[in-house]
């Protein structure tokens, strides 16, 4: 088995490329969407024909105002029904189930489907984000390429991740954290062969947006002062704090679609069932309906007021809970944010009112709290603060987003197994990773781990004397497995127990009339990795460990059990708590006992 001399080929760098162009695309279909939201809402609200990104809380509809989101959810609702099912909801969880179960495959009219009815569900005043069906657009568009093209399934959700992550980048501007949250909720890795192509998919849409819409940041803060460190401390108490709202949100967003669950109507009207509570909302706080993305800007600017905040952020909570409950098509990071900022904005006030010598920004207490939000709700913690930091451009604010945010995460992995992306697929019985790891077995090498007194065969012997010897009942007669060595001490082969024993064979026959295959080997430096995917390949339980040299000999066999009894050491490494060091011996300077 050879070892391989770098950690990519060149197939990575053809991916890179084909990444590169997915990116393009999905850049050009981010800003189509937004287009298309803008299209939707002014013909809604206004009666216009214009594709301005306008916000619909300016309406002049009155009452009539309700029947706008019933309307568009209908519409989801039919196109959900016949279209396809998969449209419904903020997308993500979705193209995570195709990633674990179903090789990355997404169907390829999710790629039109999902974007149209976004834009219908969001312009007509829907209170989500047109980032979730971006990112799940893009993700779409990545996997249509990988099934026209003849990939593997890991080359096929690296191009999908590397269309989400793109998708993204082209909306806020924010590739790092694209980069990251593609990792953290769809590729379920950290290796250059996926890490590279996503990386460079959300440079090149990044650079499509600043092309198209300039590089201002998409919530601009205005300069803050540097927080001291009572200030830090209620950030990260404010951080935990969101924890407890992310892991509540979570439950009543859940607790909400089971309410639906148990209605007596088909599943293609409850979208406009949620279109009522949106548009009856929506009547008496305006600033609930669309994408809220100015809303967002106000509370990290702190243009709105106590009673503001506190609208808001129930309002939205509402409007939007029930909304996504039901099955619409839209995303969640929008309202999650405005959620979280007006909340944390809220608690800012507070304590800067109450306890000023802590030296509290309401502003950066609002940016704390909206990822802190998305921080507890996904558990995608380093997307968060990066996130919030691109988005805004605050440098003042990236230590206090750290603290909040893992105050956060800390809380929300106490309370709660799964998460806002994950519980509807968990509940159809997937599981989703949740920690990324190195492999344990690619840090061993196979010549420590194999076993070193090896019980051979010589290809001259008699099967007959051979199954005697089986039969005697010495330890070394109980193996599975047994290399056969020529008469000049070469490898010929492996033989199993039941090579031996099988009755068609003759008792007359030599031992080497019975190898069928070259032996399997491995060098000694070879992972346990390495090792174990040789034997999965090649179907076998057992391969023999050769010696680096230029004439290289046996010096061990590696079996499954050998596999299995590496980990020992990864479970004692987790589970055996000791002390290796006492103050006592230390003060009189006497060594401690390994």
Same mark, same amino acid.
């Given at each position: 088995?050879?070892?391989?001399?770098?950690?990519?080929?060149?197939?990575?760098?053809?991916?890179?490329?084909?990444?590169?162009?997915?990116?393009?695309?999905?850049?050009?279909?981010?800003?189509?969407?937004?287009?298309?939201?803008?299209?939707?809402?002014?013909?809604?609200?206004?009666?216009?024909?214009?594709?301005?990104?306008?916000?619909?809380?300016?309406?002049?509809?009155?009452?009539?105002?309700?029947?706008?989101?019933?309307?568009?959810?209908?519409?989801?609702?039919?196109?959900?029904?016949?279209?396809?099912?998969?449209?419904?909801?903020?997308?993500?969880?979705?193209?995570?189930?195709?990633?674990?179960?179903?090789?990355?495959?997404?169907?390829?009219?999710?790629?039109?489907?999902?974007?149209?009815?976004?834009?219908?569900?969001?312009?007509?005043?829907?209170?989500?984000?047109?980032?979730?069906?971006?990112?799940?657009?893009?993700?779409?568009?990545?996997?249509?390429?990988?099934?026209?093209?003849?990939?593997?399934?890991?080359?096929?959700?690296?191009?999908?991740?590397?269309?989400?992550?793109?998708?993204?980048?082209?909306?806020?501007?924010?590739?790092?954290?694209?980069?990251?949250?593609?990792?953290?909720?769809?590729?379920?890795?950290?290796?250059?062969?996926?890490?590279?192509?996503?990386?460079?998919?959300?440079?090149?849409?990044?650079?499509?947006?600043?092309?198209?819409?300039?590089?201002?940041?998409?919530?601009?803060?205005?300069?803050?002062?540097?927080?001291?460190?009572?200030?830090?401390?209620?950030?990260?108490?404010?951080?935990?704090?969101?924890?407890?709202?992310?892991?509540?949100?979570?439950?009543?967003?859940?607790?909400?679609?089971?309410?639906?669950?148990?209605?007596?109507?088909?599943?293609?009207?409850?979208?406009?069932?949620?279109?009522?509570?949106?548009?009856?909302?929506?009547?008496?706080?305006?600033?609930?309906?669309?994408?809220?993305?100015?809303?967002?800007?106000?509370?990290?600017?702190?243009?709105?007021?106590?009673?503001?905040?506190?609208?808001?952020?129930?309002?939205?909570?509402?409007?939007?809970?029930?909304?996504?409950?039901?099955?619409?098509?839209?995303?969640?990071?929008?309202?999650?944010?405005?959620?979280?900022?007006?909340?944390?904005?809220?608690?800012?006030?507070?304590?800067?009112?109450?306890?000023?010598?802590?030296?509290?920004?309401?502003?950066?207490?609002?940016?704390?709290?909206?990822?802190?939000?998305?921080?507890?709700?996904?558990?995608?913690?380093?997307?968060?603060?990066?996130?919030?930091?691109?988005?805004?451009?605050?440098?003042?604010?990236?230590?206090?987003?750290?603290?909040?945010?893992?105050?956060?995460?800390?809380?929300?992995?106490?309370?709660?197994?799964?998460?806002?992306?994950?519980?509807?697929?968990?509940?159809?019985?997937?599981?989703?990773?949740?920690?990324?790891?190195?492999?344990?077995?690619?840090?061993?090498?196979?010549?420590?781990?194999?076993?070193?007194?090896?019980?051979?065969?010589?290809?001259?012997?008699?099967?007959?004397?051979?199954?005697?010897?089986?039969?005697?009942?010495?330890?070394?007669?109980?193996?599975?497995?047994?290399?056969?060595?020529?008469?000049?001490?070469?490898? /010929? %082969?492996? $033989? +199993? &127990?039941? =090579? #031996? *024993?099988? @009755?068609?064979?003759?008792?007359?026959?030599?031992?080497?009339?019975?190898?069928?295959?070259?032996?399997?080997?491995?060098?000694?430096?070879?992972?346990?990795?390495?090792?174990?995917?040789?034997?999965?390949?090649?179907?076998?339980?057992?391969?023999?460990?050769?010696?680096?040299?230029?004439?290289?000999?046996? /010096? %061990?066999? $590696? +079996? &499954?059990? =050998? #596999? *299995?009894? @590496?980990?020992?050491?990864?479970?004692?490494?987790?589970?055996?708590?000791?002390?290796?060091?006492?103050?006592?011996?230390?003060?009189?300077?006497?060594?401690?006992?390994?």
């Amino acid at each position: 088995m050879p070892r391989r001399s770098t950690l990519v080929d060149r197939r990575v760098v053809a991916i890179s490329l084909i990444a590169g162009l997915i990116a393009i695309a999905a850049a050009l279909i981010a800003r189509a969407l937004t287009a298309l939201i803008g299209l939707v809402t002014n013909l809604a609200f206004y009666g216009r024909w214009s594709s301005d990104f306008v916000s619909p809380a300016g309406h002049q509809l009155g009452a009539w105002v309700i029947a706008v989101p019933v309307i568009g959810g209908l519409i989801v609702g039919l196109m959900a029904r016949w279209g396809s099912r998969a449209i419904r909801g903020h997308g993500i969880p979705e193209a995570m189930e195709q990633v674990l179960l179903n090789e990355s495959r997404i169907a390829p009219r999710i790629m039109f489907l999902k974007p149209v009815s976004s834009a219908v569900a969001i312009g007509t005043g829907g209170p989500f984000g047109a980032e979730g069906p971006i990112i799940a657009t893009g993700g779409a568009l990545g996997s249509l390429i990988g099934q026209l093209l003849r990939v593997t399934a890991v080359e096929r959700k690296t191009l999908l991740a590397a269309g989400a992550a793109a998708g993204m980048a082209a909306v806020f501007g924010s590739p790092l954290s694209a980069i990251i949250l593609a990792v953290e909720l769809l590729l379920f890795e950290l290796k250059p062969r996926s890490l590279i192509p996503v990386a460079l998919a959300a440079v090149v849409a990044t650079g499509v947006r600043h092309a198209l819409v300039g590089v201002a940041p998409v919530f601009p803060m205005p300069v803050v002062g540097e927080p001291g460190g009572a200030a830090l401390a209620g950030y990260v108490l404010l951080g935990a704090l969101i924890g407890l709202v992310s892991v509540a949100t979570t439950r009543i967003v859940y607790g909400i679609e089971d309410l639906f669950e148990k209605l007596p109507v088909h599943w293609m009207w409850w979208p406009a069932l949620g279109g009522v509570a949106v548009g009856v909302i929506g009547w008496f706080a305006p600033l609930t309906l669309g994408v809220g993305y100015t809303n967002i800007e106000d509370i990290v600017a702190g243009r709105l007021g106590m009673m503001a905040l506190g609208t808001l952020c129930v309002m939205k909570f509402l409007s939007w809970s029930i909304a996504l409950g039901s099955g619409t098509s839209g995303g969640t990071l929008a309202p999650l944010f405005t959620v979280g900022g007006a909340l944390g904005a809220i608690v800012g006030l507070v304590l800067a009112h109450w306890m000023p010598q802590w030296g509290i920004d309401p502003r950066l207490a609002g940016l704390v709290g909206m990822a802190a939000i998305f921080a507890g709700a996904s558990r995608a913690l380093l997307a968060s603060i990066v996130f919030a930091f691109e988005t805004t451009r605050q440098p003042v604010g990236l230590l206090p987003l750290i603290g909040g945010c893992t105050a956060a995460y800390l809380v929300s992995a106490l309370l709660m197994r799964n998460t806002i992306m994950t519980e509807k697929i968990a509940r159809r019985g997937v599981r989703v990773p949740s920690e990324y790891a190195a492999d344990f077995l690619e840090q061993i090498p196979a010549g420590q781990a194999c076993t070193r007194e090896v019980v051979t065969l010589a290809a001259d012997h008699r099967i007959g004397a051979v199954r005697e010897w089986l039969a005697s009942g010495t330890p070394e007669a109980h193996h599975q497995g047994y290399p056969v060595i020529g008469p000049h001490g070469q490898l /010929i %082969g492996v $033989l +199993t &127990r039941r =090579d #031996l *024993l099988d @009755a068609r064979h003759d008792a007359m026959q030599t031992v080497a009339s019975l190898i069928r295959r070259a032996p399997l080997v491995v060098g000694e430096q070879h992972s346990l990795r390495e090792a174990a995917d040789h034997m999965v390949a090649e179907n076998v339980g057992r391969v023999l460990v050769v010696s680096e040299e230029t004439n290289p000999r046996m /010096i %061990g066999i $590696l +079996t &499954r059990g =050998d #596999l *299995l009894a @590496a980990h020992a050491r990864r479970l004692h490494e987790h589970r055996d708590a000791r002390r290796h060091l006492r103050v006592r011996t230390l003060l009189r300077g006497k060594p401690t006992p390994p």
